[in-house]
């Protein structure tokens, strides 16, 4: 059974960085697209991040987060980052990992990233 | 404001059929067949249900269907059950520099 497990959430002011991980296991992880989709409270999915198979040379990124975002994987540990910079109050989200895109078929629980003062 | 357009809210009773609709371009729904739609429960993650338009995965319920017809994709839910009340989002490919793009969600009430 495959499973994903975002960690690295938390309290961060305007302009400061956080680095999310997501950690795979249950099936060969690189042999997939992973994406980084997030919500913001009470709002709908905005997928802002997304990285190829294998070599990873395939990166798109929302416009709202081209430029701050950074994706990256790691196909040994079988993990997935998401470094955030420049952070802004409209970041403010619960962060998914997910297998694949265009479907998403495997869904991590989430890790809540809060910008405030 | 979401690239793919849904509408807000839906109810129906149960045993009822419902559909909920998802309006894209040529640049997304129109021009591939990568629709999928997702139902979420609060609190808890979204959960595939349909993916390349009309096809189910393993353990959802025949009670779900896909469709695409030009720009828009529907997702039929027939047999409405309790459970069945939740958020529900569409999905799709695009061609432009977006990763994918989403609907905005439809908050699927059972009376």
């Known amino acids: 059974q495959e499973q994903l497990v975002e960690s690295g959430g938390g309290l961060v002011k305007p302009g400061g960085s956080l680095r999310l991980s997501c950690a795979a296991s249950?099936?060969?992880?690189?042999?997939?697209?992973m994406s980084w989709i997030r919500q913001a409270p009470g709002k709908g999915l905005e997928c802002v991040a997304h990285?190829?198979?294998?070599?990873?040379?395939?990166?798109k990124y929302a416009d709202s987060v081209r430029g701050r975002f950074t994706i990256s994987r790691d196909n040994a540990k079988a993990s997935l980052y998401l470094q955030m910079n420049s952070l802004i109050a409209e970041d403010t989200a619960v962060y998914y990992c997910?297998?694949?895109?265009?479907?998403?078929?495997?869904w991590g629980q989430g890790t809540l990233v809060t910008v405030s003062s | 404001q979401s690239a793919l357009t849904q509408p807000a809210s839906l109810s129906g009773s149960p045993g009822q059929s419902i559909t909920i609709s998802c309006t894209g371009t040529?640049?997304?729904?129109?021009?591939?067949?990568?629709v999928s739609w997702y139902q979420q429960r609060p609190g808890k993650a979204p959960k595939l249900i349909i993916s390349?338009?009309?096809n189910r995965p393993s353990g959802v319920s025949s009670r779900f269907s896909g469709s695409k017809s030009g720009n828009t994709a529907s997702l039929t839910i027939s047999g409405l059950q309790a459970g069945d009340e939740a958020d529900y989002y569409c999905?799709?490919?695009?061609?432009?520099?977006?990763?994918?793009?989403f609907g905005g969600g439809t908050k699927l009430t059972v009376l």
């Open positions: 997910a297998r694949g895109f265009a479907p998403f078929d495997s």
């Open positions: 249950g099936f060969s992880f690189s042999s997939y697209f």
């Open positions: 990285i190829s198979s294998v070599s990873g040379s395939t990166i």
């Open positions: 040529s640049s997304d729904i129109g021009g591939y067949n990568y």
């Open positions: 390349d338009v009309n």
């Open positions: 999905s799709s490919y695009t061609s432009t520099s977006s990763p994918a793009v």
